[in-house]
């Protein structure tokens, strides 16, 4: 089946979403299985990755950026929407034909202790893209896997070893060797650095980069963590509840956040310089987030939105462009934050604390 | 303090000095395995079938000399803790008012109506909403960041002195994280108690300590004010830790290049490398030198001591390189360089000599 032909100026793209939706139904009883509520995971995303690029994913535990991942690379089915790679709609390849596209786009993930086999030995778990493709045998298939293991770090004589001998940023290069195996063009990194230690995430990061600029790779990186994210990101995107509020340049972002939630999440990151932490106005959100089974009206963010206005709680804003900002900055906001606009006295004054000294930062002096 | 291991003694903590001035907020930071948990454990004696030796002084008392029931009069009451799951410490078939009020009556002689108050006020304290009928909520009806309030209050419940809290928002949303230091700070400043935050977050540690320790398997490489761990470091692993961490590379004064924008010319992180070793063997000398970038002979032989950089020793670092060698930057790593290499080359001509 052909899909129709991209619109034009879609060779930049590499992957498209479309309005795509992921719902995981809550089934109760036994023989009819009634379903009786439904988790909006992922509730109508459309994005674009280009060629090349690095695309942040960013948002708090539950907003469904792993989901949207497993979207993207077909390891969930979608509800609905479409996802579109290379110009071609893969949202409904068949079996065979998503096998084929594994050679292009291939995922890693946060767990390196569990998405490693540890029965089988680390030569055979990397070897193994290549066994399924026929791509190569034997003497052959070893040679390429050796090449791989050397070229993330790895040392090629300990093909025979088991995951269990290798120590969690180890690991993560066996993950990586494995997804690179069969050359592919997007590589989606589900939290990759989550569960290392600092030192080790580091080493991880600059190898990342390295690949990226030796094998032309494209990346969709996801992470909680948001000064990684910044490091790595050329664009980012902001996931809350299902929803993408906010897409930007990486810098345009940080510098010019225009959706209070995002305004939020950069003001809560903690700062590893005394100075800075300080010195810095912090944007202290109230409440939690909501369940994504029953998720506010209107926009999903009105809860705990310190601009929240009566329109917020009706009407779910656009995910577009807005007046003054930069090309290929969009956000879904009825009131975007202005440049000098001071959002923390905003949230103080809804949380009716106004005058009462609610220092967020700064009570401690330096000796 | 020593385990006994089917493999030999693991030795997890050697030689850690400690001091909190009461009223004061202390980071811990270290890496997973660097030991920093099990001193706060060990000090409390909450860790079995360890060996521990040397001295916990609080309030004058000597906490490993006590016996059972001494050290648990004194926990939960004068010293608190609060760690990193609350799910896994809290008791999931009990009401969360009952296990915060079960705590008050075990110390104090209160009525369990009395008790129960004190706990609806605790949680308002803490900041949940509707304290009167949370107080009837299990533990799996809280959110994460609700869950670690419960375990605030119930920390604070009889105004300890010191409340030792062990990677408190590790498992935590950063927006979440937000209010729960924010939490800590303002409930701190308040009720005057002295924390120990022990954390591998150095954000965290930035965000909320005033004196810090930095950790390496299982002893205190360097200790100093939050400023000069920060912005003068001495220890190469405090260093290292710092380089290795994206956001610094968003400091002022660093422009950032992400990562793809411009090929060949990237923003890279400066990593340690190698691993931390295992706590079975750790190398001879100063425990960081196989990774060390600026080793000397001198490293490999004999352990350093915490020895005071400044003249007041606030600011103490376990480290052979000459005492003024502090800071980051090209500069004074050059200078790093330079003592590493006189400190080789010294040996290697007494060597030739002898």
């Known amino acids: ?367 | 303090m020593t385990f006994p291991t089917p493999d030999g003694p693991l030795e997890a903590v050697r030689g850690v000095d400690l001091d909190v001035p009461s009223g004061t907020v202390v980071g811990v930071v270290g890496e997973s395995g660097s030991g920093k948990s099990v001193t706060m454990l060990s000090m409390l004696g909450l860790i079995q079938g360890a060996q521990v030796s040397g001295q916990a002084l609080f309030e004058g008392r000597d906490l490993l000399g006590m016996s059972a029931s001494e050290l648990r009069k004194v926990r939960g009451a004068r010293i608190a803790m609060v760690f990193q799951d609350p799910l896994s410490s809290l008791h999931p078939h009990y009401r969360v008012g009952w296990q915060i009020a079960e705590m008050i009556r075990a110390h104090e002689p209160v009525s369990r109506a009395q008790a129960r108050r004190r706990a609806v006020e605790l949680l308002a304290m803490v900041g949940i909403p509707q304290p009167e009928q949370r107080v009837d909520d299990y533990p799996h009806q809280f959110s994460g960041g609700m869950r670690q309030r419960v375990m605030i209050a119930m920390a604070l419940a009889l105004h300890p002195r010191l409340l030792i809290a062990d990677e408190p928002t590790t498992a935590l949303d950063v927006t979440v994280q937000l209010q729960i230091l924010d939490l800590l700070r303002r409930l701190q400043a308040e009720l005057d108690t002295a924390v120990i935050i022990v954390t591998h977050d150095l954000g965290v540690i930035a965000e909320m300590a005033q004196e810090v320790l930095v950790m390496y398997a299982g002893q205190v490489v360097e200790r100093a004010s939050r400023r000069g761990i920060y912005r003068h470091p001495h220890h190469p692993y405090t260093r290292g830790l710092l380089g290795s961490l994206p956001a610094r590379a968003e400091l002022p004064g660093r422009p950032h290049a992400p990562l793809g924008a411009e090929r060949g010319r990237r923003d890279r992180l400066t990593p340690i490398p190698g691993q931390p070793p295992s706590l079975l063997h750790v190398p001879s000398g100063c425990p960081f030198h196989p990774r060390c970038p600026f080793v000397m002979d001198v490293c490999r032989r004999k352990p350093p001591e915490l020895r005071p950089l400044d003249a007041d020793g606030s600011h103490r670092s376990a480290c052979w390189l000459p005492v003024d060698l502090v800071g980051l930057g090209p500069e004074v790593d050059g200078r790093r360089q330079a003592a590493a290499e006189a400190g080789r080359a010294r040996l290697g001509r007494s060597q030739e000599a002898g």
Do not use: W
Request: glycine share 8%; proline share 7%.
């Open chain 1, 1 to 367: 089946m052909r899909s129709s032909p991209p619109p034009a100026g879609d060779d930049q793209t590499l992957l498209r979403l479309e309005e795509v939706v992921k719902h995981f139904p809550i089934r109760r009883g036994v023989v009819l299985r009634r379903e009786v509520g439904r988790v909006r995971a992922v509730d109508g995303v459309s994005l674009e990755v280009r060629r090349g690029e690095t695309l942040g994913l960013v948002g708090e535990t539950g907003c469904g950026k792993s989901t949207l991942a497993r979207c993207m690379a077909r390891l969930h089915e979608l509800t609905s929407g479409r996802v579109v790679f290379d110009g071609r709609d893969i949202s409904r390849l068949p079996q065979r034909q998503l096998r084929r596209l594994r050679t292009d786009l291939q995922m890693i993930f946060q767990d390196p202790y569990n998405s490693l086999n540890p029965r089988r030995r680390v030569g055979s778990i990397i070897g193994d893209p290549l066994a399924i493709h026929g791509l190569a045998d034997g003497a052959e298939r070893r040679r390429r896997v050796q090449e791989l293991m050397a070229q993330v770090g790895l040392n090629p004589e300990h093909y025979n070893r088991f995951p269990a001998e290798f120590s969690g940023g180890q690991r993560q290069r066996i993950g990586i060797a494995r997804a690179l195996a069969l050359r592919p063009r997007l590589v989606v990194c589900d939290e990759p650095v989550s569960a290392l230690d600092v030192s080790i995430q580091a080493q991880i990061l600059n190898l990342l980069a390295d690949l990226q600029g030796q094998l032309g790779l494209t990346y969709v990186f996801i992470a909680h963590d948001l000064s990684v994210v910044r490091h790595v990101s050329t664009r980012i995107a902001v996931m809350y509840l299902g929803k993408i509020v906010e897409v930007a340049e990486t810098e345009d972002l940080f510098t010019r956040p225009r959706h209070p939630y995002t305004c939020a999440l950069l003001s809560a990151i903690p700062i590893p310089d005394p100075d800075l932490a300080d010195r810095r106005a912090r944007l202290l959100l109230t409440g939690d987030v909501p369940s994504p089974v029953n998720p506010p009206t209107g926009c999903r963010f009105h809860p705990r939105c310190p601009k929240a206005r009566e329109r917020c709680r009706r009407e779910e804003p656009r995910l577009e462009p807005r007046a003054g900002d930069q090309e290929g900055h969009a956000t879904a906001c009825h009131y975007p934050v202005e440049p000098d606009e001071d959002l923390a006295q905003a949230a103080r004054v809804r949380e009716g604390t106004v005058g009462e000294v609610k220092d967020a930062g700064g009570t401690h002096g330096d000796r």
